[in-house]
């Protein structure tokens, strides 16, 4: 982060937020694993593309006294106008602190309706775009390789409700351990 939104959001007491999107479908998501020797592990699963997405926000405090993931999940993909409910459920979850927001270019972030929007929120909302190609910067990009590595790894849901509660118990283990936010954090090597 360049220095001056790092000092005004100190200045500010703004929670620094990153933010991502990340879809997750009944099709598996493969990972290796062990089994006994001559068993080889198969996944049996319903070939089928229907989709949840989740939206997700790793919000610190400047000082690092505080970490929080906020999450939701939907059916099908976000858009402009979900991403604006969204960060509407963002800023009552953060009790209404002025938040500097990281995002990367997805097209909604972009779009002339959501650029409106966030004209009428300066009063609390201030976003920065991530550099092009530069997801390694965005620690919500981890969290997301965590919770495709652990809980929807090899999975096999018959429903997408089996999916997403998969997906929510991972998000709250993530969310519940303050070292491993900050964590992802510091593997970005960006500094608060």
């Not at 009552?92 to 002025?98: M, N």
């Not at 009428?120 to 390694?136: I, K, N, S």
């Not at 590595?149 to 993530?174: F, M, S, V």
Request: with cysteine; net charge positive; charged share 20%.
């Amino acid at each position: 982060m360049p220095g001056e939104p790092q000092k005004g959001g100190r200045r500010r007491g703004a929670w620094i937020c990153f933010q991502d999107e990340c879809g997750f479908s009944l099709l598996p998501v493969v990972r290796g694993t062990w089994a006994p020797r001559g068993q080889t592990p198969v996944l049996t699963h319903r070939f089928s593309w229907s989709r949840m997405s989740m939206a997700g926000v790793l919000a610190y405090r400047p000082d690092r006294s505080r970490a929080k993931l906020i999450f939701q999940t939907k059916p099908g993909s976000y858009n402009t106008e979900s991403l604006i409910a969204y960060l509407t459920q963002l800023r009552r979850h953060l009790r209404g602190k002025p938040v500097i927001l990281i995002w990367d270019g997805l097209s909604a972030h972009r779009s002339k309706d959501m650029k409106a929007w966030l004209a009428t929120q300066r009063h609390w909302l201030r976003v920065e775009a991530l550099p092009g190609y530069a997801h390694d910067l965005n620690p919500m990009e981890l969290v997301w390789g965590n919770l495709k590595a652990t809980e929807l790894a090899n999975l096999c849901p018959d429903t997408l409700d089996d999916a997403d509660t998969a997906a929510h118990t991972g998000l709250h283990r993530i969310g519940s351990s303050y070292r491993l936010c900050f964590n992802f954090l510091d593997h970005t090597g960006l500094r608060l």
